[in-house]
């Protein structure tokens, strides 16, 4: 396959995205392509004044794009409740983009006291998904769509170290948290399957991407190796081309995944990639949806298959 580029979106017309982490990055240019191709777009975001800023941006690169904001931060979860009831008002819900998350930050908690990447990427994600889905529901062919990376590789769920209660290491629980958005959804898509629901569940991953997710790297990182580096991986642009593929490619399967076509899936076109077999195994995704649910506070309310 030649791949999967922005050119390859489909039309959009009457459809309703929701993407998170909308303002900046790879949720970004997935929001600007999808609101170009006619979608009404929804900017789950945690700051008004940036969301309203991409929205400008948006709405002047393609005139009369419908583009909304909802206020969204997902280390909060009153605010992922918020954000929810807001969205489900909408007459429609096509798409859930779950792109927003954070990568090795600093030792950090979330406003419920989660470990900040563990809550932001996988609590937040795994409970707005759970009270969307009856949305979702509403109309037929919607999808939801998780954002992992190729780090779901080398994690690990440590249930004894979730919050990082025996100390934090940053990137170990990056991995972690990429590994969570894969078993979320290889469990969602058993579990909506089992209950004869038409929502999808899919995956994708940007690859090596230049993004503001590159923030909390070294001084000496960002300095010497990314300009190196930003020849190996892809724009923030092309990074969107696996989730625009994960939510917009006709006839997808459950469960699929998508990452880029190049050397390691770091650059170029899309196309359906591989997970590693931890994120595929059902007695570890069952056991880590019972503990979601109950950290969470939110059940999506679908039997295990």
């Known amino acids: ?12 017309s009457g459809r309703t995205a929701l993407v998170t982490g909308a303002n900046t990055g790879i949720g970004f240019e997935a929001a600007l392509v999808l609101a170009g191709k006619g979608a009404r777009v929804l900017l789950g975001c945690r700051s008004r004044n940036k969301a309203e800023a991409a929205r400008d941006k948006i709405v002047a690169e393609h005139s009369g794009a419908d583009v909304g904001i909802i206020d969204l931060d997902q280390a909060d979860l009153a605010s992922v409740r918020a954000a929810a009831d807001a ?30 990447q563990f809550g932001v990427n996988h609590i937040g994600v795994f409970a707005l998904t759970g009270l969307l889905l009856d949305k979702l529901e509403e109309t037929p ?22 919050n990082a209660e025996k100390g934090y290491n940053a990137t170990a629980q990056y991995a972690m948290s990429k590994l969570a958005n894969l078993l979320h959804v290889h ?55 696996p989730t625009l593929m994960a939510a ?19 650059a170029g ?24 649910v109950e950290l969470s506070g939110v059940d999506p309310g679908l039997p295990a298959a």
């Open 187 to 241: 469990e969602l898509d058993r579990r909506l399957k089992a209950a004869g629901r038409k929502t999808l569940a899919v995956a994708a991953h940007p690859g090596g991407s230049d993004t503001e997710l590159m923030r909390h790297m070294g001084a000496m990182t960002r300095k010497y190796l990314m300009p190196i580096g930003r020849l190996l991986i892809n724009s923030a642009a092309a990074g969107a081309w």
């Open 87 to 116: 969205v489900s008002r909408e007459q429609r819900l096509d798409l859930l983009v779950n792109n927003a998350g954070i990568m090795i930050p600093p030792f950090g908690t979330t406003k419920d006291g989660f470990e900040s």
């Open 141 to 162: 062919g919607a999808r939801v769509i998780n954002t992992s990376s190729n780090m779901h590789k080398v994690g690990t769920i440590d249930f004894d170290n979730l």
């Open 269 to 292: 076109p899309a196309v359906k990639v591989k997970a590693n077999k931890r994120s595929l195994d059902p007695e570890l995704a069952k056991r880590f949806w019972d503990v979601s």
């Open 248 to 266: 917009t490619l006709p006839d997808v399967d459950g469960g699929s995944y998508f990452g880029p076509r190049g050397l390691m899936e770091l």
């Open 1 to 12: 396959m030649k791949g999967f580029t922005a050119q390859d979106v489909p039309d959009q």
